[in-house]
Every structure is written in structure tokens, then in C-alpha cells.
């Protein structure tokens, strides 16, 4: 009876990715397991809202001779996969036919493998490699007058439309500036004196991974997790050193360049995990990195599980850490209304909307008007920037830019600060322009009433 269920009662059940088996990488049983899940997408629909590679699908079908999939042909299957973002929403959220189900349907992973296949032809052009290398172009972050004079010409309509050439860069979408000064440059040392305090949920002390964009683009957000945790009393280090977690490099399908990754980032970061550190990152898709995908990537790697069982979100640890009672609830600034935008690589990270609880935690003190705004931006990482996607990427967001605009909130913000500035650039063109934008961690530090 399990096979002819309509879908799952249970929790979506994640198989680990066979990405080293020869086959994960023939093209034309890509292809047939991509037309048997195409298959069962056509007779569900369910997925239609979430992103564009479900309607690009469906108009396929609808489009084709007999308004079946037997009518699309094989090669405009990776018009489908070119707007897949790997956002996982479909599998965490929507599909009733994941694994456990006797389907055993996983689009996001099948994606990945299609992308895979495409980036080991060679079809993925010099531009889209050089835009996911976060840590290559971050390398000028920091550097007096080389950051001024870069930040000032890619401002340029010369500079923009030269990456739209060269990169592939669409001229009118939002690109994060280069830092003055890095995160990790810049960042204060620990107070903390004595041992750490422990609670029953979590360890008391913190190694902060920076993550690329906070250590080259908006250091603010990391100096800001500091002083939230200075002030409560907890001890925490920079981590050593780092690379790329490797997430734009998995949107590729760049394999092998997220196992170099891993494989300078899991040593340095397991030695924080067995000296009962939590691993903090601030960016939701590189805490999903090591939380899920890393994990089901390389399996059998005792440090790679370890690292996932020490990382956290950011808000999930000082949630946590009040339910041990040890979060100081001494909130002294109102922050008015806040819309709150709830990121994609946030959801399905199954730990429910701790952010958001927060805020509310904050509005038991001082005066928080929350509205939260749970769907896609349409940002998802490298995609809205690139030139064939910002305008969908624009149209996607479109519900989330109308929702965050509601009763003209005093802030916006999103975990994911690429989202939370997409949205803001959809706020300004539909004419409800955000008073102000700032990352969830910084109006916590602003609640606090810490400078």
C-alpha cells in the first residue's frame, strides 16, 4: 500500500549524493531519470510557485505536440535545469513524493546532477566561474584605494555593461560593494574571562566562521554577532582560517572545487567541534553548507559529520541558548515595525523560524511590530544577478517586495543579506522604497542598545 499512497505522512528523508559513482555522470540516464521526475512534476503541479524552473517545465508540457512530456524534447530539459537555484524548498516543503515514498522523487539533487554533467562538459562559461568564486574577487576587500577606486567604477553604465559582457553581470541588478576593511581584519578579541558556561542546549563558548560575503562585503553584520555575544557573556574566537564553503561553487555543479573546500575548511573547523565550540555563520546558505549538503556529499567522513552536529545558525543559538536561560533579555531600543523576510536556505535548514522568535522575544521588552514574510525573493545567490535571470528573479520577488512594503515598516531585514538587499531594490522600484535595511543581527545589537 506505501507505493499507491498519494504522498508522504513522514519527514522528507535525505540520501546521500552519489556524485563519485562513474554513472552519476552519464548524460542520458540523467536524462531518463530527469523524464521520469518530470513526469510525475507534470501530474502534481503542486511546485508552480516556488521558482521558475517549475513553470519553464509545465509550459514544455503544455506547449509541446501531445501536452504530455512524451512531446518535449530531451535537449530542452536543461532549459529546466538552468532555472533550478537549488533552493530545496521543493523537497523540504512542497514534493509528496519524496523519499520515504516508494517514488524516492528528489528534483533538487537530480538538478544538481544535470549541472554536474553540464559543468564537466566544459558548458559554463569563464564569467559564471569567475562570479562564484567569492573568495578570488573578495581578494581586493581591504586594500586602501584599490577598494575605493573598484567600488567607484562598478557603479559605472561603462563598468556595468563590460561585466554584463564579460561576466555576465545584468546592468541593472544590485552588486555587493568590496569592504574598506575585512571582517577578520577588524574584529575585536574576546572579553570573556574564566570557563565558558555551558547550557543544557548549548555549548558556551563560539568559533565564528566569517563566511565570504561578511568578511569582504558587509563585515558590519559579523562585527555586530560579536558585540550580541560580548554582551552576553559569551567567549567566542574567529576561526583560524578559512575558504569558501563552497555553495556557489555547488550551484555550478563544480564538484570537485567544493571537495577542495571542504577540504581545507572540515580539518580547521572539526578541531574547533571536538573543543566543544559552537561553529557560528551568519550566512544561511554557507551554515547549510556544512549543516546538509557537505554531509550528504561525503557521508562516510567522520569530520565532516562531526562539523555538522557543531554548527548553527546564528539566531538558533541564542534561542537556544535563552531557553538554557543564559540570553540576556535586557532590551532597551524600540525597533518599530520590522519586516522580516525569512530566506530560502533558512527554511530548510529544519530549525524553525528562530529569527522571528527574537523578535519577538525583543517585543516583550520593547515595542517590535513583526511582519514576516515566509517565500522566495527570488535573489537565491548567484542566480538574480546574472543576466539572462534578474528579470525573473525580479518577477519572483515581486509577492515578497508587496508583502515587506505592509504598513511601511521602520526596517526591513533577511538572514540572507543578498536577499535582504534584492528585496530592497524591488521596494524602490515598485515605489515602496525600505526606510531602512539592515540584517536581523544588527537590530538585535541595535536593541541592545550597543554601539
Known amino acids: 500500500m506505501t507505493g499507491k499512497r498519494e504522498g508522504n505522512l513522514e519527514a522528507p528523508t535525505r540520501h546521500p549524493l552519489d556524485w563519485k559513482n562513474p554513472a552519476f555522470y552519464d548524460e542520458q540516464q540523467c536524462l531518463h531519470e530527469m523524464e521520469r521526475i518530470f513526469d510525475i512534476c507534470h501530474g502534481c503541479r503542486r511546485c508552480v510557485s516556488l521558482c521558475q524552473s517549475f513553470p519553464t517545465l509545465f509550459d514544455l508540457v503544455d506547449e509541446g505536440k501531445t501536452g504530455e512530456l512524451d512531446g518535449v524534447a530531451k535537449q530542452d530539459f536543461w532549459k529546466v535545469v538552468d532555472q533550478c537555484y537549488l533552493c530545496d524548498l521543493c523537497y523540504m516543503t512542497k514534493c509528496p513524493y519524496v523519499p520515504p515514498h516508494v517514488w524516492n522523487l528528489d528534483f533538487p539533487h537530480t538538478m544538481l546532477?544535470?549541472?554536474?554533467?553540464?559543468?564537466?562538459?566544459?558548458?559554463?562559461?569563464?564569467?559564471?566561474?569567475?562570479?562564484?568564486s567569492t573568495d578570488v574577487h573578495g581578494q581586493f576587500a581591504g586594500i586602501p584605494v584599490v577598494v575605493q577606486l573598484v567600488n567607484a567604477v562598478n557603479k559605472t553604465r561603462v563598468a556595468r555593461q563590460a561585466m554584463d559582457a564579460a561576466l555576465g553581470v545584468h546592468p541593472e541588478a544590485w552588486m555587493p560593494e568590496l569592504a574598506g576593511q575585512r571582517f577578520r581584519w577588524g574584529a575585536a578579541k574576546s572579553a570573556g574571562e574564566g570557563p565558558a558556561t555551558h547550557g543544557e542546549r548549548t555549548p558556551g563558548k563560539v568559533a565564528i566562521f566569517a563566511t565570504c560575503y561578511i568578511n569582504y562585503n558587509e563585515p558590519g553584520i559579523g562585527h555586530d554577532l560579536l558585540k550580541v555575544l560580548a554582551h552576553n557573556d559569551i567567549p567566542y574566537v574567529i576561526v583560524e582560517k578559512e575558504k569558501c564553503c563552497g555553495m556557489p561553487k555547488l550551484e555550478l555543479g563544480d564538484l570537485a572545487t567544493v571537495e577542495k573546500?571542504?577540504?581545507?575548511?572540515?580539518?580547521?573547523?572539526?578541531?574547533?567541534?571536538?573543543?566543544?565550540?559552537?561553529?557560528?555563520?551568519?550566512?544561511?546558505?554557507?551554515?547549510?553548507?556544512?549543516?546538509?549538503?557537505?554531509?550528504?556529499m561525503f557521508p562516510d567522513e567522520a569530520d565532516v559529520q562531526?562539523?555538522?552536529?557543531?554548527?548553527?545558525?546564528?539566531?538558533?543559538?541564542?534561542?537556544?541558548?535563552?531557553?538554557?536561560?543564559?540570553?540576556?533579555?535586557?532590551?532597551?531600543?524600540?525597533?518599530?515595525?520590522?519586516?522580516?523576510?525569512?530566506?530560502?536556505?533558512?527554511?530548510?535548514?529544519?530549525?524553525?523560524?528562530?529569527?522571528?522568535?527574537?523578535?519577538?522575544?525583543?517585543?516583550?521588552?520593547?515595542?517590535?511590530?513583526?511582519?514576516?514574510?515566509?517565500?522566495?525573493?527570488?535573489?537565491?545567490?548567484?542566480?538574480?544577478?546574472?543576466?539572462?535571470?534578474?528579470p525573473v528573479a525580479m518577477k519572483i520577488g515581486k509577492p515578497v517586495f508587496k508583502a515587506m512594503a505592509k504598513d511601511e515598516p521602520d526596517h526591513i531585514a533577511s538572514d540572507c543579506a543578498l536577499a535582504g538587499h534584492h528585496i530592497a531594490q524591488g521596494m524602490q522600484q515598485a515605489g515602496t522604497p525600505a526606510r531602512h535595511l539592515a540584517h536581523p543581527l544588527s537590530l538585535l545589537r541595535m536593541a541592545y542598545g550597543l554601539t
Not at 549541472?115 to 559554463?124: D, L, N, P, Q, S
Not at 530566506?343 to 511590530?369: A, D, N, W, Y
Open 113 to 132: 546532477r544535470a549541472k554536474a554533467i553540464k559543468f564537466r562538459k566544459g558548458e559554463v562559461g569563464a564569467g559564471e566561474r569567475f562570479l562564484a
Open 306 to 390: 562531526l562539523v555538522m552536529e557543531a554548527v548553527w545558525d546564528p539566531f538558533e543559538y541564542l534561542i537556544a541558548r535563552h531557553k538554557d536561560g543564559l540570553l540576556k533579555t535586557d532590551f532597551k531600543a524600540a525597533l518599530g515595525k520590522v519586516s522580516y523576510h525569512i530566506p530560502c536556505h533558512g527554511r530548510v535548514q529544519k530549525i524553525g523560524r528562530k529569527t522571528e522568535e527574537m523578535f519577538k522575544l525583543i517585543g516583550q521588552t520593547v515595542s517590535v511590530q513583526l511582519n514576516t514574510v515566509e517565500r522566495c525573493s527570488g535573489h537565491a545567490g548567484t542566480y538574480g544577478v546574472k543576466t539572462p535571470y534578474h
Open 261 to 296: 573546500h571542504k577540504d581545507a575548511n572540515i580539518p580547521v573547523l572539526a578541531r574547533y567541534a571536538r573543543e566543544g565550540y559552537a561553529i557560528l555563520s551568519a550566512i544561511p546558505s554557507c551554515t547549510l553548507m556544512f549543516k546538509q549538503e557537505l554531509p550528504l
